[in-house]
C-alpha cells in the first residue's frame, strides 16, 4: 500500500517562504503524476500545483509565479516551494498520487492521499 508523508509545515510571516515535502512509499512513484492541494478551513478542498513523471508542471492562478513543484523520483519525494507566501495561503496542503501519469486539477483525478501539513502565514 503507497503511503504519503508530508513535512515543512509551519508558521511564517507573510512574504516568506517555506518548502513542503511529501515523501511516498513504494516503487511505482516515478510512473505517476503527483499533486499537492489546499483546504482552509470551511472550504473546499482545491488544487495547488501537479507534476507529471516527465516533470511537466500546473498551478493553480492564486499561485502562479509564486510556488513551484518539482519532484526527485530516486528519493521518491515530491516538493513544493511556496514563496512570497499570503495570509490567504493559509491552509492544510495535501500531497496527492494521481491515478495515471498525467492529472487534472479535479480531486477525482487523485487516488492517494498524504494525511496534510499545515501552513500558517500570519505577522
Known amino acids: 500500500q503507497v503511503q504519503l508523508v508530508e513535512s515543512g509545515g509551519g508558521l511564517v510571516q507573510p512574504g516568506g517562504s517555506l518548502r513542503l515535502s511529501c515523501a511516498a512509499s513504494?516503487?511505482?512513484?516515478?510512473?505517476?503524476?503527483m499533486g499537492w492541494f489546499r483546504q482552509a478551513p470551511g472550504k473546499e478542498r482545491e488544487f495547488v500545483a501537479g507534476?507529471?513523471?516527465?516533470?511537466?508542471?500546473d498551478f493553480a492562478e492564486a499561485v502562479k509565479g509564486r510556488f513551484t513543484i518539482s519532484r526527485d523520483n530516486a528519493k521518491n519525494t515530491v516538493y513544493l516551494q511556496m514563496n512570497n507566501l499570503r495570509p490567504e495561503d493559509t491552509a492544510s496542503y495535501y500531497c496527492?498520487?494521481?491515478?495515471?501519469?498525467?492529472?487534472?486539477?479535479?480531486?477525482?483525478?487523485?487516488?492517494?492521499w498524504g494525511q496534510g501539513t499545515q501552513v500558517t502565514v500570519s505577522s
Open positions: 496527492a498520487r494521481s491515478r495515471a501519469a498525467y492529472f487534472s486539477r479535479t480531486r477525482s483525478s487523485f487516488d492517494i
Open positions: 507534476i507529471t513523471p516527465s516533470g511537466s508542471t
Open positions: 513504494g516503487r511505482t512513484f516515478s510512473s505517476y503524476a
